[in-house]
């Protein structure tokens, strides 16, 4: 059975994707794993900053809706947090479409563990789900971490 040593942690500030961190320290501490936490900064074409979370192909012409500066002292917090539970926690900056540098990145890790419903209503249907993109396409098992009143509406 392979074991999941290193362990990837997409995360956008929602409250699920907390969620999933949570379980990833917690799966890491009991395995004597690590933890690396990601956040892609996407690209977004001007005058739709009011729709955030949107995927675009980048082209020119498209602006970043965060700079590396601030997404840096975000991840920050991820990391203190892990590391104050015992974790090893490391952070990566990626920028483009969220579920491609995800699927990407998964070819070196061991283990996604991502919310699914971390987006926008609207984002979601116009681009689909990047929880659903990452499960089909991952070069890694990948666990979901769904939001507890999901199972209320089944």
């Known amino acids: 059975m392979k074991r999941y040593k290193r362990i990837l942690v997409p995360v956008d ?3 699920l994707s907390n ?3 949570e379980q990833a320290v917690s799966l ?3 395995i004597n794993g690590t933890v690396t936490v990601l956040h892609v900064i996407e690209h977004i074409y001007p005058g739709l ?3 955030d979370g949107l995927e675009m192909i980048s082209t020119s012409g498209l602006i970043k809706t965060e700079t590396r500066e601030q997404v840096q002292t975000f991840l920050e917090k991820y990391s203190t947090q892990g590391e104050e539970k015992g974790v090893q926690t490391s952070t990566l900056i990626r920028e483009g479409s969220v579920a491609h540098e995800i699927v990407n990145i998964s070819k070196t890790f061991d283990l996604v563990i991502i919310g699914t419903h971390g987006r926008r209503m609207i984002a979601s249907l116009l681009m689909g789900s990047v929880a659903e993109k990452v499960s089909r396409h991952a070069h890694c098992p990948v666990m979901l971490v769904r939001n507890i009143g999901d199972r209320d509406q089944e």
């Open 19 to 21: 969620d999933a961190f």
């Open 49 to 51: 900053s009011d729709m």
């Open 28 to 30: 890491a501490k009991l």
């Open 13 to 15: 500030g929602s409250e």
